[in-house]
Structures are given as C-alpha cells and as structure tokens.
C-alpha cells in the first residue's frame, strides 16, 4: 500500500543458509536485517564510515 492505496514494487527474495553449530539464528537473522536495510537505502552504510 502507497499512500492508502495498492501498488506494484519491485521486490526480491533473500535468503541465508548458516550452520546452527556456529551461529546462532538470532544473529543470523540480525545480518539478514542489516543485508535487507543496505539494499533498501544503501546510502546508510556510508554514515557508519
């Protein structure tokens, strides 16, 4: 929804395989999140520089 009403996005599908032995899930999923947010707004990672 845009602005109340439907619209068409372009979206993608990410997905990440990890070994449970090494990584926690809930620390995989937080470098999914971080992964998603630098492609939705890549100018965010110049300001952690």
């Not at 996005?9 to 449970?20: A, C, G, I, N």
């Not at 937080?30 to 890549?42: I, K, T, W």
Request: net charge negative.
């Amino acid at each position: 929804m845009v602005n109340g009403e439907l619209a068409v996005r372009k979206v993608t599908e990410l997905t990440l395989t990890f070994d449970h032995r090494v990584c926690d899930g809930g620390t995989a999923a937080g470098f999914l999140r971080f992964v998603a947010d630098a492609m939705e707004n890549p100018t965010s990672l110049l300001a952690d520089l």
